[in-house]
C-alpha cells in the first residue's frame, strides 16, 4: 500500500511542534524497559541499554553538567569511542538544551582543537585513552569517564529537561573536509522529522530487525542514523566497540542475527574482496557515504541473501535520495541509481547539479556557523533550490543517478568524464582493492585534463606497466575509450577522510600521501 498522503504532516506535528523537547522524543516517550543500545566488545560479548537506565543515567549527568555551568545552547565536544557514556552524553546535553559537538576518535589534537575553537565549546567529555590529544587544549574544561563520570552520575535527577523548540540546534557537526575546511553545521530539532524518515522508509528499519549500523558516531551516518535515529523510533541498534575487519563484521553478524545493516562502500568492497565465507543472511543492506559500485551489490546478492542499496546525503541535509528498501514507498533497487527522494523533499538537477528546493518540509539545513559567504554558495541565486554541489541526473521516472562532485569532474578535450563511471569499472577487476580516478593537466597540453587513475592492488600483485596498461584497455572496452585512464598510479594507500572519504583533491595535486 502507498504511504499516507499526511505522512509528513504527522512527522513534522511531532518533531517540529512549538514545545519539542528532544529528551521526551529520544528517551522518554519511550517504553522504559525495551533496549536502546547493544553494546558488543571485541570478544563479542552483549550488554544491552534499555531506555529506562538510559533516562535515568542521562538525568543524573544532566544535573552535574549543568553545576559545571552547562546550558541552553552552550557547545561540548564529545570525544567517546562507542561505549554506554556516549548516548547517555547526548541525552544529557538534551536535557539541558546543549549541544552536542561529536568528534572522531582518529582525530589527532589539531582537528580537536580546530572543532572546539570554532564551537567555542564550553566543555568536552572524552575517555583516558583519548586525552592525550585533549590535555594540550588547557583553555577546554574536560569530563573523563571512569570515576569522575561515575561520580557525576551519582547526582540527583534533573527535575525537568529542557523543551528548545523546532529550530534550536542538539547537534553540530563538521563536514569531512572532502573539498577543503571543514564547515560547522548546526543540526536543529526539526531534523528529527527527516531522520526519522529516513530509518522507516529507506532503510525500512523494522520492529523485529536485528538492526547494525556500522558507522562511526563522530561523523554524520553513525549519528544521524546509529545513535538519534533509532532513538526516534524507540528501536535498538548494535554499537561494536572493535576496530573493524572483515573478520569481525561477519562474525558479528552471524552471532547476533543482524537482519538490516548499513554502512559505508568501503566496508562492503572490504568484505567482498576478503574472500572469507559467511552463514550471516541480511534482508536489508544499505550504503551511504560514496557512491556504490555494482559489484558489491552483486557479490552481496551471492553472500548475504540480498542486494545492497544505494543512498545519498549530505552531513548539511541528511540523507534525501535513496533506493528505499520499504516496500510502500514502491521504489526499485535500478543499478546506478542511488534511488527516490525521501517522502517530503522535492529534488531536482539545477545546472546539472542535484539541488533540493528549499520549500521541501523535510529540508533543514539553515546554513554554516559563522559562515555566511558559505552558506550563500549553497543556493540558487533566486534562492529556491539549495545546491549540494554534486552532479547527477535524473530519469523520466525520477531515479537520480550520482555523476561526481562538481569539482571531480574531468574535462578531456571537450568531452566530461564522470570519476565514478571509470572507477565501477576498474573495481571489476580482481586485481584492484581500492581506486580512484582524478583529472589532472595533460603535460602534452592537448587535452586540458587527462584521466589518471591511483590503484591500490591486492596483497601479493605487482605494479607492472602491464597490468596498468590492460586496466586502461579494460576501461575501453567496458565503458568509453575517451574516459580511459592516460597513467595509472599503483599507491598503497588512498587518502581519505576519517569518515572514508576520498580526498580527490589532493591526488590531483599530486599529494598521495
Not at 367 to 380: F, I, L, M
Request: aromatic share 8%.
Amino acid at each position: 500500500m502507498p504511504l499516507p498522503h499526511d505522512y509528513v504532516d504527522h512527522l513534522l506535528a511531532v518533531y517540529a511542534a512549538d514545545q519539542a523537547n528532544v529528551a521526551h522524543l529520544l528517551c522518554d516517550r519511550h517504553d522504559p524497559e525495551a533496549v536502546a543500545f547493544t553494546f558488543v566488545d571485541d570478544e563479542l560479548n552483549a550488554s544491552p541499554m534499555t531506555y529506562g537506565e538510559l533516562r535515568e543515567r542521562s538525568s543524573r549527568l544532566a544535573t552535574s553538567l549543568a553545576a559545571r555551568g552547562i546550558g541552553l545552547g552552550d557547545c561540548v565536544g564529545v570525544l567517546l569511542s562507542k561505549r554506554p557514556e556516549l548516548p547517555v552524553t547526548l541525552l544529557a546535553l538534551a536535557r539541558l538544551g546543549a549541544v552536542y559537538v561529536p568528534l572522531f576518535t582518529a582525530f589527532a589534537t589539531g582537528a580537536v582543537e580546530m572543532r572546539m575553537s570554532a564551537a567555542k565549546a564550553k566543555l568536552v567529555v572524552t575517555e583516558p585513552s583519548q586525552r592525550e590529544k585533549v590535555d594540550p587544549l588547557e583553555w577546554l574544561p574536560q569530563l573523563v569517564t571512569g570515576d569522575e563520570f561515575a561520580a557525576a552520575e551519582a547526582a540527583e535527577p534533573l527535575a525537568e529537561p529542557v523543551a528548545v523548540g523546532p529550530d534550536a540546534p542538539f547537534l553540530q557537526l563538521y563536514t569531512s573536509g572532502t573539498t577543503g575546511k571543514p564547515k560547522g553545521v548546526p543540526v536543529p530539532v526539526r531534523a528529527l522529522a527527516a531522520f526519522h524518515a529516513y530509518h522507516e522508509i529507506s532503510l525500512d528499519h523494522r520492529a523485529d530487525d536485528v538492526f547494525w549500523n556500522g558507522a562511526d558516531p563522530g561523523w554524520a551516518y553513525g549519528l544521524y542514523y546509529g545513535i538519534v535515529g533509532p532513538l526516534a523510533l524507540g528501536r535498538p541498534n548494535i554499537l561494536h566497540s572493535a576496530q573493524f575487519s572483515p573478520e569481525s563484521t561477519f562474525r558479528l553478524m552471524e552471532r547476533f542475527g543482524v537482519t538490516s545493516f548499513a554502512s559505508a562502500p568501503t566496508v562492503y568492497r572490504a568484505l567482498s574482496k576478503s574472500g572469507l565465507e559467511t552463514t550471516a543472511r541480511l534482508r536489508a543492506a544499505s550504503s551511504a557515504g560514496e557512491p556504490l559500485t555494482a559489484d558489491v551489490s552483486d557479490w552481496a546478492e551471492r553472500v548475504l541473501g540480498t542486494c545492497v542499496r544505494d543512498h545519498y546525503g549530505q552531513t548539511e541535509v541528511g540523507m534525501m535520495i535513496c533506493a528505499h528498501w520499504n516496500p510502500d514507498a514502491e521504489t526499485e533497487n535500478r543499478p546506478g541509481s542511488m534511488g527516490r527522494p525521501l517522502p517530503g523533499i522535492e529534488a531536482g538537477i539545477v545546472d546539472d547539479a542535484i539541488a533540493f528546493r528549499t520549500d521541501s518540509p523535510l529540508l533543514w539545513f539553515a546554513g554554516y556557523r559563522d559562515a555566511p559567504e558559505k552558506t550563500a554558495e549553497r543556493y540558487s541565486e533566486d534562492g529556491e533550490w539549495y545546491l549540494t554541489g554534486d552532479l547527477g541526473s535524473v530519469d523520466e521516472d525520477g531515479y537520480f543517478r550520482f555523476t561526481s562532485r562538481d569539482d571531480d569532474i574531468i574535462l578531456m578535450a571537450g568531452y566530461r568524464i564522470g570519476p565514478f563511471d571509470v572507477e565501477s569499472v576498474l573495481i571489476t577487476h580482481p586485481a584492484v582493492v581500492d581506486v580512484a580516478v582524478v583529472g589532472r593537466p595533460d603535460p602534452e597540453g592537448i587535452r586540458g585534463e587527462i584521466a589518471e587513475a591511483f590503484v591500490v592492488l591486492a596483497p601479493g600483485v605487482s605494479g607492472t606497466a602491464e597490468l596498468g596498461d590492460e586496466l586502461a584497455r579494460l576501461v575501453k572496452e567496458q565503458y568509453s575509450a575517451h574516459a580511459r585512464p592516460r597513467r595509472v598510479h599503483f599507491v598503497e594507500a588512498l587518502p581519505k577522510t576519517a569518515s572514508g572519504k576520498i580526498q580527490r583533491y589532493l591526488l590531483r595535486e599530486g599529494d598521495a600521501g
